[in-house]
């Protein structure tokens, strides 16, 4: 029997990637997007155009309730970089708390397995490192990052609460950095810009000293993760770490771009946002023992892949 698969945020950049392999694994996908940060492009794919029979998109919003029944449901709806959710501040946190009670309420009806895609932006400026999935988090709730932080926050708390208290098999995915193909080159995230600036022969842009770290997993590992925990028995409650261990200090990330696409670009420094976190990096010890999981792409490698996609989307002066 075909499984069914619905995909809340399924033309953004992780969205689609993951609608790519569920239609792979034979399922049955509906992906629903408002496009307020997704791009309706990204589900142009030979894959989405092999398997179009089993492939349907919806343009509807989550703060809606929605209709539909599905064996899976994935909640990958929000806007995920700074610049977008923090001009849509309000409705990001709307989307963090009343559209995933619409998601798990349409898994409630339907027996569905549900997945919460969180973030590592639950630890906030993290004063443990790496962080483990037990630790509980320095964030500032009434910061300009708080929209974002807090909506994940709560709706982890959501979720939670819909498996003690109403019996949905829900599993949680808190992701770090993830690029690859399809990261919008305007959505602000460092990766994106740094690669446009560089192929633009513009200056990259490194904030504060350029110390601080991050830990950058590319798309397809994440993807593996993500159905490495939707569809393994037994995991409803629980919560991992999805990221790449090895850390990058900004500047690391900035010269290995400027090597790659052979940029001549300068290097310049402006001021660091506020609540920007020093450190990130994943402890991935539990889905690493628990599910095998581990990433496979090093970081030169995945970059290489992306700016080959920009190149070929003419993402250049």
């Not at 990221?243 to 771009?257: D, W």
């Not at 400027?258 to 450190?279: A, E, M, N, W």
């Not at 700016?307 to 003419?314: M, Q, R, S, T, V």
Request: glycine letters at 8%; proline letters at 6%; a positive charge.
């Amino acid at each position: 029997m075909t499984k069914s698969s619905l995909v809340a945020g399924g033309s953004g950049f992780i969205g689609s990637h993951l609608c790519e392999a569920l239609l792979t694994k034979g399922h049955k996908v509906v992906a629903v997007d408002s496009l307020i940060s997704g791009r309706r492009s990204n589900l142009d794919s030979p894959v989405f155009r092999k398997h179009r029979a089993r492939f349907t998109f919806l343009k509807r919003d989550i703060l809606k309730p929605i209709n539909l029944k599905a064996d899976f449901v994935f909640n990958f709806a929000s806007p995920a970089s700074p610049p977008h959710y923090q001009v849509h501040s309000i409705y990001t946190l709307r989307t963090g708390s009343e559209g995933t009670r619409n998601l798990l309420e349409l898994a409630k009806r339907g027996g569905g397995r549900f997945l919460q895609a969180s973030t590592s932006e639950v630890y906030g400026d993290p004063k443990v490192h790496p962080q483990p999935e037990d630790y509980w988090g320095n964030v500032n709730p009434i910061g300009v990052r708080s929209c974002y932080d807090e909506a994940k926050r709560y709706g982890e708390a959501l979720c939670m609460e819909y498996w003690r208290k109403e019996g949905v098999d829900v599993r949680l995915i808190r992701i770090f950095n993830t690029y690859g193909p399809r990261l919008d080159p305007d959505d602000g995230r460092v990766i994106s810009n740094y690669i446009k600036q560089a192929l633009r022969g513009e200056p990259l842009t490194v904030f504060g000293d350029g110390k601080q770290t991050r830990s950058f997993q590319y798309v397809d590992d994440l993807v593996a993760a993500i159905c490495k925990v939707m569809f393994t028995p037994g995991l409803g409650g629980e919560v991992f770490n999805t990221g790449n261990p090895v850390e990058f200090t900004m500047l690391q990330a900035a010269r290995l771009v400027k090597k790659i696409t052979g940029s001549k670009s300068p290097i310049v420094h402006r001021p660091l946002p506020k609540d920007d976190p020093t450190r990130r990096k994943p402890d991935i010890s539990k889905i690493r023992r628990r599910l095998g999981w581990s990433p496979r792409v090093k970081f030169a490698e995945g970059l290489k892949r992306t700016i080959a996609w920009y190149l070929l989307n003419e993402i250049k002066a």
